[in-house]
């Protein structure tokens, strides 16, 4: 092996600038030389890595998208030893980027990290939120090299640790006729008008649980917003379905909303760690998973969405 970090480093700089001679002045470097560590790693590897536009600066080959991802990664683990090498402790140091699904985030992520923080105080967490597709995506790319989300259709270039399991629940307006039951059956919703969350794999999961029982829901109302569909729930527009239940029932605008079990049999949904399945997790990543499990290991075992 003769190509270097620095060599590396380049080639994820060109890639991330889409240009030689940008590249070049950020990292306060000739293009000449640039160009030739380029070449040169090029040659290492037997590949082409990049396509030079003339006027128009570069982009990556197919084996460049597959390379950079690598190369970000063992970045990243030459950043570890190196800062591993200088700490005057065993403390861990640095930034972790890690990723969440938009409507666990404000449910889970104050707690966990407000212990992690006291267990870390010197390692700077980054927060990345997003849809299901967004986050494999990140991942995939090394932007985030962790991601807490539902095990719903994930790659299979994704390792995945489940680490809770958490029950769907109708909701309903609080003077809902039906609203004082202690339990529903999807049935008894079927022919009401649904408010649903309309966000990627979570819009499937929701409507198989009625295509399941061989019905089919009346959806009046889409929204990517967890609270207004709560707040449209709350004010008679129809009711929903979710997974996660806040801890109070009252929304945003002041309405009152019921949650109640289904009392169908249907499938839950596994609220879980993925990250690339061939990339060795930093110690600052493994440190986070540890606190995940501990964390929701701890929470009520029978309903840990009930926060």
């Not at 930034?95 to 390692?123: Q, V």
């Not at 489940?162 to 004082?180: D, K, Q, R």
């Amino acid at each position: 092996m003769n190509f270097t970090l620095k060599q590396l480093r380049y080639f994820v700089a060109v890639a991330e600038q889409g240009s030689i001679s940008a590249t070049a002045g950020k990292l306060f470097v000739s293009q000449p030389a640039l160009s030739a560590a380029l070449a040169q790693l090029e040659r290492e590897f037997d590949a082409q890595l990049l396509v030079r536009h003339k006027a128009r600066g570069v982009s990556l080959t197919p084996i460049g998208r597959e390379l950079v991802a690598e190369a970000r990664n063992l970045l990243s683990h030459a950043g570890e030893l190196s800062n591993r090498a200088h700490a005057l402790s065993h403390a861990l140091e640095g930034e972790l980027a890690i990723g969440c699904f938009l409507t666990l985030a404000p449910f889970y992520l104050p707690r966990l990290l407000s212990g992690f923080d006291n267990d870390h105080p010197n390692l700077q967490i980054n927060i990345n939120e997003g849809a299901m597709d967004h986050l494999q995506t990140m991942l995939l790319a090394s932007d985030v090299e962790i991601a807490l989300l539902y095990d719903l259709e994930l790659d299979a270039a994704l390792e995945v640790e489940v680490l809770a399991e958490i029950a769907p629940h109708a909701l309903l307006a609080a003077e809902h006729p039906l609203a004082g039951r202690e339990s529903i059956s999807l049935r008894d919703l079927v022919a009401m008008p649904m408010v649903l969350l309309d966000l990627p794999h979570s819009r499937d999961y929701f409507r198989g649980l009625f295509w399941r029982l061989g019905i089919e829901p009346q959806i009046r109302y889409r929204t990517r917003s967890f609270e207004l569909a709560r707040g449209m729930v709350a004010r008679g527009h129809g009711y929903s379905l979710l997974s996660l239940r806040p801890a109070t029932d009252r929304t945003y605008d002041g309405g009152r909303v019921r949650c109640l079990p289904l009392g169908d049999d249907l499938p839950s949904l596994s609220i879980a760690l993925a990250w690339p399945r061939h990339s060795r997790l930093t110690r600052r990543a493994e440190a986070f998973r540890e606190h995940c499990r501990g964390f929701f290991a701890a929470l009520d075992s029978a309903n840990p969405a009930a926060i």
